[in-house]
C-alpha cells in the first residue's frame, strides 16, 4: 500500500495544486486504521451516557420517575434539566426554542427528557428505557397538510423574493397553468453516529472530542450550558464518518449532555446513540410542498412565476429559516424569469427539528425549477430540452434573479452543449423514443438537466476562516484551519495549497486536527465554501512567513526580494537555489519568525433579507447531467441505465478528489430523489428508523454506465484559491436528471402528451402511480 500511495503522490515540477492525489486518509480508511472517536483509548474511569426519550409526539409532560433507571445495575447517575448549572438551551437561533431536555411540554417523538450515565454503554442503554413517564397526550401535526390545517403556524420568519410586476405579467401571459409538487426528505445516514466524548480538567476546563461540522458553535453551546466562558471549552475534530450536513447542528445536544454528565461526576462520559435512536432524535432535509401557478407562451418561455415553498421543519427553527431561504435562491436554477414572486412558508410540525443537509435547500428550490419547465414542454408539446434552452439565463441581458444579483459568469448554455455533445444526447433519445413505440412493457426515458448553484454562506458573517501554519527548523510544516474533515478531502486540499506555496512536498505538511484551541471562532464546514475559505485562510498565513522569509533573505545574501522564488523542491535567491529546509534552518538562526496565523473573508457579498435583495452569492458552480433509465410499467421498477457528468470545478485543486465528490454527491442525490423515503406513523413515530426500513442507494444501483467529466479550460473568474470552485454540494442537484429521465419514461405510455408530475421520492409505487394515471388521461 505504502508503495502504491508513493506511486500515486508524485510531486509534479508544477506543484501539488491541480494534481489528482488521493485522500490524506484513503490508505487508512482501507487498512481500518483511521481514528474515529469510538476507537481512541478509552480515558481511565470513562463512563457512558445514554438519553431517556418521550414516547409521545404531543402534549404535556405530567410526571416522570426516574427510580427505576437509578437502581438499574451499573448505573452511576440520572441528570435532568433539573441538573443544567447553565441555560437549557441549544437552539442555534436567537429564539431559544430549543431544551437540552424537556420540563413541561413534549413536541416530538424521541425528544430527549434526562440522561443516565453508567459504568458500560449497554447498562446505560438497557437503563434508559425503564423511566416511567406520563403524559397529557394531544394530536401531532406530523406533515405541512395538517400544519397548514391547524393555522399554519411558522417557525422563523418567512422570506418573499420579487422582482417585475408578477400580477400584470400573469395576466398578460397567452398560457397559465397551476400545479402543486410534493418534495420529500431524507435522511443524513452517515456512517458514523453522532458521538461526543467529554473529558473534564481542571478548574472549569472541558475537552471534548465531538463528530461535528461546526466546532465553534458546540464550544459556544458547551459553556452556555455548563455556565462557563467559551474560553474554558475545547473542541476537537480530527474526521467524522459523514456529516453532510446532520452534524452543523445536531451534534450540539450529544456534545452538551456529554459534558453535562462530566462536569457533575468528575469523570470522562461518551455518549454515543444507537442507529435507531439517533433517526428517531435528529432532523432531516426538508421536505417541501411547492405550490405554483406559471405565465408562458407558445414558445415555451415563461412570462410570470408565482411559487410558494412549503416545508416541514419540526419541533423549533433550528437552520429552518435559512434552509428555506436558499430554496428560494434557487428556484430559478439556471432560468430567467421576466417577472416572479417567491414565498416561503416554514411551517412548525410535531416531528424531529429538520436542519442542514447537502446543498441546503437548494435541492429542493431546484427540483421545483424543473418541474415549472417540465410542465410548460407538455403543455407546448415542445422538447424539454428545448424549454431548458429558450428559459436559460441570458449573458448581458436578463440576467437578473430574484434575489436582484446579476448572473456574471453564466456558462450554462456552453456547459448544456457540450454535454450534448458528449452524451450524444439526441441521438439516443430519437432512439429510445424508437424503441418504446415498439415496446409494450418496458419504457425508457432520457433527460438532460442543467445546474447553477450559488457559493458562500447567506449568513454573510460566516463567511471568514481562520489558519495557523507553523514551519520548524526541519522544513516541516503544521498546518491547522478551521475546516472539518467529515470524508470529502477538505483537509488534503488544503495541505495541496500549503505545499504549493512553500514549494515542497505533501509528505513534508502535516494535518493536525481541527480545535477551537488553535483557531477560534471557526465558521461550519458547510455551504461547499471549506476549500474556499481555509484554503485561502492557510494560504495567507503562509503568504505572511514567506514575506519574512524572502526579507530574511534578502538581507543574508544580499540580493532584491523580487529575486527570491519558492520553486518545487528548492529556493531561488539571486543566482543560487538551496533547499526549502536551509532557507529554513538559517532563518530560525536569525531569529526570524516561522509561524504565522492565516484569515480570509469572502469579498463582495452582502445580503438585505427584509428587501430581499443583495449579492449573497461570491459566485456560481455549473454542471449538467444526462440521464438513461429503463422503467417496468407493470411494476414501477426501474434501473439507471447510463449516466453523463459535465461539471465545472473551475481550476481544480484536486481532480481525484473533486471527481469522487461529484459520485458520491450524484448518487446521494439520486437515492434523495427515487429511494429514500421517511415515513411517521399517526402518533408522530418514524418508522423508516434504521437500514432494514430505510433504503439508501447501494453498489447495484448506481448507473449501469457513469461518465464523468470535469468542464476543461474554465477557470474560475473571480480570484478564489487557485480560481477553483466549490464541489461539496452542486453535484447532488445533477441527479435531478434521473428524476426527469424516468418521467420521460412515465410520459411514454401516453405519447408524450401528458405531464407526469411525478413526485419525490419518485418510488417504483410512485412511478407505477403515475403511469397509470398517465395512461388514463391520454386515454380520456
Known sequence: MADARRKLDIVAETGPVGSARIHDSAPKHVAGEAFY????????????????????????????????????????SVLTAADIPGANDISSTHRHDEPVFATDRIRFHGQPLFAVVAETRE?????????????????????????????????????KLERGDVATAMAASPRRLKGAMTIGGQEHFYLES??????????????????????????????????????AVTVEVRRMGGGFGGKETQANLFACVAALCARKLKRPVKLRPDRDDDMAITGKRHDFVCDYEIGFD??????????????????????????????????????????VRARSEPLFTNTCSNTAFRGFGGPQGMVGAERFIEEVAYATELDPLEVRRRNLYGVTERNITP??????????????????????????????????????????????????????FTATWFNQAGALVHVYTDGTVALNHGGTEMGQGLYIKVAQVVAQAFGIGLDQVKITATTTGKVPNTSATAASSGSDLNGMAALDACETIKKRLREFAAKHWQVEAEDIAFLPGRVKIGAREIAFKDLIAAAYMARVQLSATGFYATPKIHWDRKAGRGHPFYYFAYGAAAAEVAIDTLTGEYRVERVDILHDCGQSLNPAIDKGQIEGGFVQGMGWLTTEELVWDKKGRLWTHAPSTYKIPVASDRPRVFNVHLLDNAPNREPTIHRSKAVGEPPLMLAISVLHALSDAVASVGDYRVCPRLDTPATPERVLDAVERVRAEAAS
Open 37 to 76: 472517536i469510538d476507537d481512541i483509548a478509552a480515558p481511565e474511569g470513562l463512563l457512558h451516557a445514554y438519553l431517556g426519550l418521550s414516547g409521545i409526539a404531543h402534549g404535556q409532560l405530567t410526571s416522570l420517575d426516574l427510580d427505576a433507571v437509578r437502581a438499574a445495575p451499573g448505573v452511576v
Open 123 to 159: 447498562q446505560a442503554r438497557h437503563a434508559a428505557v425503564l423511566a416511567k413517564a406520563e403524559y397529557a397526550e394531544e394530536t401531532p401535526l406530523l406533515d405541512i397538510a395538517a400544519a397548514r390545517a391547524a393555522g399554519g403556524r411558522l417557525v422563523t420568519d418567512p422570506l
Open 194 to 231: 453522532q458521538i461526543a466524548l467529554a473529558i473534564p480538567g481542571e478548574d472549569e476546563d472541558m475537552t471534548l472530542l465531538v463528530s461535528t461540522q461546526h466546532p465553534s458553535e458546540v464550544q459556544h453551546m458547551v459553556a452556555a450550558v455548563l455556565g462557563i466562558g467559551s474560553h
Open 298 to 339: 407558445d414558445e415555451g418561455r415563461i412570462h410570470a412565476l408565482d411559487a410558494v415553498y412549503a416545508a416541514r421543519c419540526g419541533w423549533n427553527a433550528d437552520l429552518s429559516g435559512p434552509v428555506t431561504d436558499r430554496a428560494l435562491f434557487h428556484m430559478d436554477n439556471c432560468y430567467f424569469y421576466p417577472a
Open 403 to 456: 434575489y436582484h444579483q446579476t448572473v456574471e459568469d453564466n456558462i450554462a448554455a456552453e456547459v448544456i452543449a457540450e454535454l450534448e455533445r458528449r452524451s450524444d444526447y439526441q441521438a439516443r433519445k430519437a432512439a429510445l423514443r424508437e424503441a418504446n413505440a415498439k415496446s409494450p412493457i418496458v419504457k425508457r426515458g432520457i433527460a438532460l438537466t442543467p445546474v447553477k448553484f450559488g457559493i458562500s
